[in-house]
């Protein structure tokens, strides 16, 4: 019996599962669409970084960097980019990349017709107004701004946005449907079985972008190491934690709560990377209680980061109460700063703040990659140190982003997807709240400065502006920031290399052993 | 009998309507909105509201039902907000898959609980009644989900005989397809005998204590002719009435085994739906389930004169 069924087994594998140089990665979800930007989430992003690339992608560091392009020429006055494209990119139908395809491609995206994510970040309505696009020559694409935009080439790179990646305009059918994504990046499209599993097969024609021998984001050393990757759906954390034991699955984000049982396997191994996303508690500025500074700081000062942090993220994660990553170039001394902890200056600004036991309310969903609910009960238990009456509300995560899209909440215990470049991270929070109610302040000053940060194209002016946020932040406190999000992967010990990055599977220079 | 079928198709219809319009106005007083969670945590206010109106989400809510409800009517159930798939492809693409499993599960479950049921009525009080009582109430008790991830523990993980995850369709590959079907429908049999064979018993205890079976004792008839040939083929009826409500039940409900063994089934398409807040597809699969459940029950309805005389479909 036993012969039989393992018998079967091997053959379930051969016809059914992957090959034996595959990766094989769990996905929570299936991929939404194959067409670049246009119907994404997260996992989404994840299968399409390995297909296409844009001219631009972002760096470990959070600069972006040229992908696609040789080199990029900004114009002194800042209105137009020169992108200079490598002559050694081929798309997956081995036809060479043309500055045509680019304008082809930019063409398609800003047609409303293709319904692509970032539109309104470049027709006008946001913050980047590009004007024009022409093809210099075969291998030279300028694109002009209506005014100079510091953002433009970080907005462009965003997984949002599909990282605005080129494809060939052999993707679209004859009758202008999208057909498959013929792209450039180091794996392509190959099997899609709906609610099961999506193959991509290496792309041999793969030439990385100019690099030191590391991966380094989107950009740096990118070799495929394998045959293909199997990106499979599993959406139980359970299963996905069987199948890593296994060695069906070769790699996938896990549940925090088994990290001591992935650190201490024999089998497996443990991937711990920090990402540029944040965990942070929202505050409702606009809340009768809340609405007051010196509440909201008086919490600040109550809670105890470190414990806090170590506690909510299994001891992955260092506390960090700048909106700015560790990570980025522009974490600076200043943005170190935070208000301390200290239990008798918390108790004193809550008395003159004249707070009289209302409740307060956390919301908080249990999402299992999170630390949304965690963070939320100890942080109850330490802000009623202090007199304050905490309660917490669990809702689904649908719902919490329904409450805080209406600006319905008092405090939410959120978590906010990576975005590298800080300006971008600030356009999460900032803002005008009679217009768009799902923004965290609105103060003058912080959307003034915001502004600032959108448009100020030298980076030493930009962290200038970044500090001066942060130490209005800390007067203001509109939100108490706890820390960066943490992704926490296993692996099995077959696997080398590092197979995420911010919060995305990034397979290449990743390979598995015999 | 065509007529018999006919009026219960007709008193169907009420119950379908029903549960239209119950499904259609209970998931849109769910918070949650679909364009803001596809659009994701950067889109505006303005975008958000351009994606509703794409989608038809700004019209009234009887609006809205009119138009969902005419396009049923003409056996189109719409597009997936999510995929932008139609509706329809994707629920029966995936109630394919857990009919599989459901109906094969069904069988088996049946095949061994009856009887067992039987056995244990006739062993009343006994240590085989005991047993098989004892056994039913703690398969019973375990949750489904439970069970299952201990089977995947036990025969994929740890003795290596089956696959842990995954799934193969049985028509890409015969052998693959059905090893990936052991588990859930393992652990289902496992849960639904506990049912069936209190149920079973339960009838048969009832049939067992009638005069016409003191009567077939007394003619001489051996036990098991007794058994079988007359107390049986009565107390067969609740049970295959329980096995029809078991079927209807599961072919909409094993989202928690489609999880745990990552088959692609309408639980778990139901179940993704909700989350993601995918109206037509929420509402297309619960339709299915309510009109595949009428119809199961139909079905038994239409059976049960072959397993007692006394009832006529008429």
Known sequence: ?514 | MLRFILNRLFMALPTVLIVSITVFALIRFIPGDPAALMLGDMAQPEQIAEKRSELGLDKSMPEQFLIWGGNVLTGDFGLSIVSGEPVRELVVSHFAVSAQIVSVAVLLASLIAVPAGVIAAWRQNSLTDLALVGTATILLSIPTFWLGLLLLLFFGLKLGWLPVLGYVSIGDNLVGGLLYLVLPVMTLVIHEMGVLIRMARASTLEVLRLDYITHARAKGLSESAVLWKHAFKNAFGPTWTMIGLILGNLLGGIAVIETVFTIPGLGRLMVDSIFQRDYPVIQGCLLFVALSYVLVNLIVDLLYPLFDPRVVAE
């Open chain 1, 1 to 514: 019996m036993k012969t039989i069924l393992l018998a079967g087994t091997m053959l379930a594998s051969l016809a059914g599962t992957a090959l034996a140089r595959d990766i094989v990665v769990a996905q929570s979800s299936d991929l939404r669409s194959s067409n670049p930007g246009v119907n994404r989430d997260g996992n989404t992003d994840s299968i399409i970084l390995h297909i296409v690339e844009g001219l631009v992608g972002y760096a470990n560091n959070g600069e972006v960097k040229p992908l696609l392009a040789e080199s990029v020429d900004m114009a002194p006055d800042g209105l137009s980019y020169t992108f200079k494209l490598r002559g050694d990119v081929k798309f997956h139908n081995d036809k060479p990349l043309k500055a045509e395809d680019v304008v082809w491609n930019w063409n398609r995206y800003m047609d409303p017709a293709t319904k692509w994510t970032c539109l309104k970040d470049f027709d006008g309505n946001g913050a980047a107004h590009v004007t024009g696009i022409k093809a210099v020559d075969t291998s030279t694409v300028t694109i002009t701004l209506e005014k100079p935009s510091a953002v433009f080439l970080g907005l462009m790179s965003r997984p949002e946005c599909g990282y605005t990646g080129i494809i060939s305009p052999d993707s679209v059918a004859a009758d202008s449907t999208f057909d498959k994504p013929i792209g450039t990046g180091p794996f392509q499209w190959d099997e899609w079985k709906k609610g099961e599993y999506l193959h991509l097969a290496k792309f041999d024609g793969y030439v990385s972008p100019k690099n030191d021998g590391k991966p380094d984001g989107v950009v740096g050393s990118k070799r495929p190491l394998v045959d293909g990757i199997k990106f499979m759906v599993i959406p139980d954390a359970s299963t996905v934690k069987a199948g890593l034991q296994s060695g069906v699955l070769d790699t996938a984000e896990i549940s925090p709560d088994l990290i001591p049982e992935f650190k201490d396997s024999v089998t497996t191994q443990l991937i711990i990377a920090r990402n540029n996303g944040k965990n942070l508690f929202y505050i409702q500025t606009r809340d009768p209680v809340l609405s007051k500074p010196a509440i909201r700081r008086a919490m600040a000062r109550a809670l105890d980061l470190d414990q806090l942090v170590a506690a909510a993220s299994n001891g992955t994660g260092e506390a960090n109460g700048s909106m700015i990553s560790s990570d980025s170039v522009y974490y600076s001394d200043a943005q170190k700063k935070r208000l301390p902890y200290d239990l008798e200056a918390a108790k004193k600004e809550l008395d003159a703040s004249g707070y009289k036991g209302e409740p307060i309310s956390i919301i908080a969903n249990k999402r299992g990659n999170v630390p949304s609910f965690p963070a939320a009960v100890i942080a109850q238990a330490m802000l009623q140190q202090i007199g304050l009456n905490v309660q917490i509300e669990v809702l689904d995560y649908a719902t919490q982003v329904d409450r805080r899209r209406s600006g319905n909440y008092q405090i939410i215990s959120q978590s906010v997807t990576p975005r590298l470049d800080p300006a971008l991270m600030y356009s999460f929070y900032v803002g005008d709240k009679n217009t768009n109610a799902s923004l965290m302040w609105d103060d003058p000053k912080a959307r003034d400065l915001m502004k600032a940060a959108y448009a100020e194209i030298d980076p030493k002016k930009r962290q200038a502006i970044f500090d001066a946020f942060h130490e209005l932040m800390m007067q203001e406190m509109p939100g108490i920031f706890l820390y960066d999000m943490v992704d926490v992967w296993g692996a099995t010990k077959a696997l080398k290399g590092q197979p995420v990055w911010q919060s995305n599977a990034r397979l290449w220079e990743v390979s598995v052993g015999d």
